[in-house]
Antibody, heavy 117, light 110 residues
């Protein structure tokens, strides 16, 4: 049974960075792409990017290019999302999600990131 | 990139059948698989349909997905509505490396 367990809520000031983790279990870590999706309060789902845990290759939505970094640690089956230069518009729940074949299927529990001065 | 357009809201009574549409703005709807996610208030999204019309184990067969090339749209149909089906529903597809979500549809079960 695939499980994605994310790190806890974060509170950051504008201009700071945040790093969120997502630990996978229940299946081969390097066998599936991992995505990050965010949801601002009262808003819809927004895809940010993905990482191939096998080789570390990444792809991003154009909006997040240059401000978001995705990394992985194969020894602990964990992927990481880092967002730099935070603004209040980055206040959201951040989800990691794992592929099943060609698209998103399994979801982590979400991590609330609040950006406020 | 294309867009996926969903109605903002739909509603119906328990026991009825409701259909939520998801229209692709450019390119063929059948070029890439469509997924549907359910998000109950305050909860994590869960997959109710994947690869156009496949139902994950544990999802009732009241949920079904389809593709209509003539209208370039995907649909999620929920029959025998229950109050527990009240949620936001999102369609999703992809274009190369990009994953694209529809804006979401709020289903109210009256």
């Amino acid at each position: 049974q695939v499980q994605l367990v994310q790190s806890g809520a974060e509170m950051k000031k504008p201009g700071a960075s945040v790093k969120v983790s997502c630990k996978a279990s229940g299946d081969t870590f390097t066998g599936h792409l991992m995505h990050w999706v965010r949801q601002a309060p009262g808003q819809g789902l927004e895809w940010m990017g993905r990482i191939n845990p096998n080789n570390g290759g990444t792809n991003f939505a154009q909006k997040f290019q240059g401000r978001v970094t995705l990394t992985r640690d194969t020894s602990s089956s964990t992927v990481y999302l880092e967002v730099n230069r935070l603004t209040s518009d980055d206040t959201a729940v951040y989800y990691c999600a794992r592929d099943l074949g060609v698209s998103i299927f399994f979801w982590g529990q979400g991590t609330l990131v609040t950006v406020a001065s | 990139n294309f867009m996926l357009t969903q109605p903002h809201s739909v509603s119906d009574s328990p026991g009825k059948t409701v259909t939520i549409s998801c229209t692709r703005s450019s390119g063929s709807i059948d070029s890439n698989y469509v997924q549907w996610f359910q998000q109950r208030p305050g909860s994590v999204p869960t997959t109710v349909i994947y690869e156009d019309n496949q139902r994950p184990s544990g999802v009732p067969d009241r949920f079904s997905g389809s593709i209509d090339s003539s209208s370039n749209s995907a649909s999620l149909t929920i029959s025998g509505l229950k109050t527990e089906d009240e949620a936001d529903y999102y369609c999703q597809s992809y274009n190369g490396t990009n994953q694209i979500f529809g804006g979401g549809t709020k289903l109210t079960v009256l």
